[in-house]
């Protein structure tokens, strides 16, 4: 999985609490994106970064936020989840912006 | 708004035939088309990529095929074998843009 590791691969969590969800790449690649998957859907962006505290949000935005304070790590929170957050989460990295490659995914249910 | 059409949502094809998966899209921004393949509880995995400067693009059993006049691009697998057995997503990238849009998938399914 090219150097990339995410933490937890599985969480049950309560609607209304915190969760974040962490991404560790060992490529020192400069993009790092964080995607859903849901069935029928596709992948969809929820927000990446293209350096270090620099972040723009993607389709999916909503509910979400991230944090990236070193090259290495990308965080994804979800403030207060909703079951509607339940989904499997992947995060990718990228030396150019161009081909990207991902990490195995954390499945995250929100009950 | 799906900016990526892909087709069909599962194929299923016998062994050593030619699965093929279509997609379209609108946007003329997109100048990269990369095809994704996903295996059951792992991410996706780039497969193989093309640019719209050209119309093919060959690894291996896997071709790109791309009509830009069309707005479409296709994956051909060639001699398809059980291993393939996966899904696929395609995507599209705008020129100056990181930002990915995928496809919603095709599951395929090679049958002995």
């Known amino acids: 999985d090219a150097g990339i590791t995410q933490s937890p691969r599985h969480k049950v969590t309560e609607t209304g609490t915190p969760v974040t969800l962490r991404c560790h790449q060992t490529?020192?690649?400069?993009?790092m994106y964080w995607y859903r998957q849901d069935p029928g859907h596709g992948l969809r962006l929820i927000h990446y970064?293209?350096?270090?505290?620099?972040?723009d949000k993607g389709e999916v935005s909503d509910g979400y936020s991230v944090s990236r304070s070193k090259t290495e790590d990308f965080l994804l929170t979800l403030e207060s989840a909703t079951s509607s957050q339940t989904s499997v989460y992947f995060c990718?990295?990228?030396?150019?912006?161009?081909?990207?490659?991902f990490g195995p995914g954390t499945r995250l249910t929100v009950t | 708004q799906q900016q990526v059409k892909q087709s069909p949502q599962s194929l299923i094809v016998q062994k050593g035939g030619i699965s093929i998966i279509n997609c379209a899209y609108e946007?003329?921004?997109?100048?990269?088309f990369p095809w994704y393949q996903q295996f059951p509880g792992k991410g996706p995995a780039l497969l193989i990529a093309?640019?719209?400067?050209?119309s093919e693009k060959k690894e291996g059993r896997f071709t790109i095929s791309f009509n830009k006049s069309a707005k479409q691009f296709s994956l051909h697998i060639m001699d398809s074998q059980p291993g393939d057995s996966a899904t696929y997503f395609c995507?599209?990238?705008?020129?100056?843009?990181?930002?990915?849009?995928f496809g919603t998938g095709t599951r395929l399914t090679i049958i002995p």
């Open positions: 990718a990295i990228s030396y150019s912006g161009f081909e990207q490659y």
């Open positions: 490529e020192n690649h400069r993009y």
């Open positions: 970064s293209y350096g270090v505290k620099d972040t």
């Open positions: 946007n003329t921004a997109f100048d990269y």
């Open positions: 093309i640019r719209p400067d050209v």
């Open positions: 995507a599209a990238l705008p020129g100056g843009n990181e930002k990915l849009t």
